[in-house]
């Protein structure tokens, strides 16, 4: 990954990504709520940026709402960005507002109202959020980061106001009610790619590509390990467990 | 934030991410002490940032009392409820006291409780959406989900004996595998977003830096 990541901001290979249909349709969703004159929501996600687990989908979902925002901005859509976690507060607020003013629009910004403080608490952030998508009539609804058994009621009321959704996740147990809720799913590493794709760094794709590398050697090192297996040789997974 | 508090912030990020991590490949007594002040930190500044979260509910909502905006008077139960919390905490000098507690039992968690019991509604009118046949993919999803319907509620076995075993297989070979192979591809992605931290890559957790 290293190697992938140093040739990568080298200029020497910059590793072409797939582009996901989930993070086209960020694009789709923002011009379908210009057109409807309805604003867009985001969350990203109930985990703290310290969360031993989903600090990386806290991470991922940050870069994915700078992005958001940025193009929100080009569009004329409005963005309303629910927070749960204060730690993540200050730094979401700082990049809607850097994604403003690298449009030249700082003054759109409306502090306290574009970034909202909702509750660390999982329900009281689930009912604010469906409260303010209801009362504001949300014309898209992004749901990125950590999210646990709050998902299905958000994505849920969501999909009762009409809001077209894109999620990611790679909590395991909330991806099947993202998946049948929502018009697009991020699925697992998904979520880190597509953070990866929207940068604007070479680096960052360069290490997604040293990821894929890394999932050849796990697939290449199962294999071996079945076969192995298979005739008495427990080698590989002596190896894996040291 | 200015170049100078960017970079600043980068290497406490670098610093603070190897130290944590190097503790817990290496047993260095010396390392285990900073790592445990490096996370009782982050504790303390979570503290303070909740302190920031409440600042912002208050500003925000004394300004919709104040210009008595649409369904202004939640904001004012809003405001009510966190300072009844605040009081209670502050008089009886804890959140384990029995008055806190009492008010806790009373209104968070029957809250709480009604809320997730809701998801067995949301789940159904979900599930009626997902199972529409309405091409190949949603027909096989239908298709196991009756099979998984019929291996965990009691009438599959009295149809049939066969058809929970069919739902097993669903379950043990094709939902099993499934999610193991998105569990190594999740870890493997966290390896490479941990990476992308702690060599300063990754700037997001600074404040969208790019």
Request: glycine share 10%; charged share 15%; net charge neutral.
């Amino acid at each position: 990954m290293l190697e992938t990541l140093n040739l990568a901001s080298k200029g020497k290979y910059v590793p072409k990504i797939r582009e996901h249909p989930g993070v086209k349709a960020i694009q789709e969703a923002l011009g379908r709520a210009t057109e409807m004159g309805r604003p867009v929501c985001y969350s990203p996600g109930t985990q703290s940026l310290y969360s031993t687990k989903y600090a990386g989908d806290t991470a991922a979902a940050l870069t994915i709402l700078g992005y958001t925002a940025q193009e929100a901005v080009k569009t004329g859509a409005d963005l309303i960005v629910g927070i749960s976690q204060p730690t993540v507060l200050p730094v979401a607020e700082e990049v809607v507002r850097q994604a403003y003013k690298l449009e030249s629009r700082e003054d759109e910004y409306v502090e306290g109202e574009t970034v909202r403080f909702y509750s660390p608490n999982q329900w009281g952030f689930a009912t604010s959020y469906v409260g303010m998508m209801h009362r504001e009539k949300a014309a898209a609804n992004f749901l990125f980061g950590g999210h646990a058994a709050e998902a299905m009621v958000i994505a849920e009321n969501g999909a009762t106001v009409g809001a077209m959704q894109i999620a990611g996740s790679t909590n395991v147990y909330q991806l099947p009610f993202f998946l049948v809720s929502c018009e697009y799913t991020l699925i697992g590493e998904d979520e880190y790619a597509a953070a990866a794709y929207l940068s604007t760094d070479p680096s960052q794709k360069g290490i997604v590509f040293g990821q894929d590398l890394a999932k050849l050697i796990t697939i290449g090192l199962i294999v071996l390990g079945s076969v192995l297996a298979t005739f008495g040789n427990s080698a590989i997974s002596s190896l894996l467990s040291m | 934030m200015s170049n100078v508090s960017k970079q600043i912030s980068s290497i406490v990020l670098v610093v603070v991410s190897l130290v944590i991590l190097v503790d817990f490949f290496w047993a260095n007594p010396t390392l285990k002490s900073l790592a445990t002040d490096l996370n009782n930190w982050a504790v303390v500044i979570g503290a303070f940032a909740l302190g920031l979260g409440a600042y912002s509910l208050l500003t925000r909502h004394s300004k919709r009392i104040l210009q008595k905006k649409e369904s202004w008077i939640f904001s004012v139960l809003l405001l009510a409820t966190m300072f009844l919390f605040i009081a209670t905490g502050l008089i009886t000098g804890s959140v384990t006291s029995d008055e806190y507690n009492f008010i806790y039992a009373l209104m968070v968690q029957p809250l709480s409780s009604a809320l997730y019991g809701m998801n067995a509604f949301f789940i159904a009118s979900a599930s009626y959406r997902a199972f529409k046949a309405k091409n190949v993919e949603s027909g096989l999803l239908l298709v196991a989900a009756i099979f998984l319907m019929l291996k965990n509620a009691p009438i599959g076995e009295a149809i049939h004996p066969i058809l929970p075993q069919i739902g097993s297989i669903f379950w043990d070979f094709a939902g099993a595998t499934g999610m193991r192979a998105i569990l190594i591809g999740i870890g493997i992605g966290t390896l490479a977003i941990g990476l992308r931290i702690i060599i300063g890559q990754e700037k997001t957790p600074l404040g969208g830096a790019e």
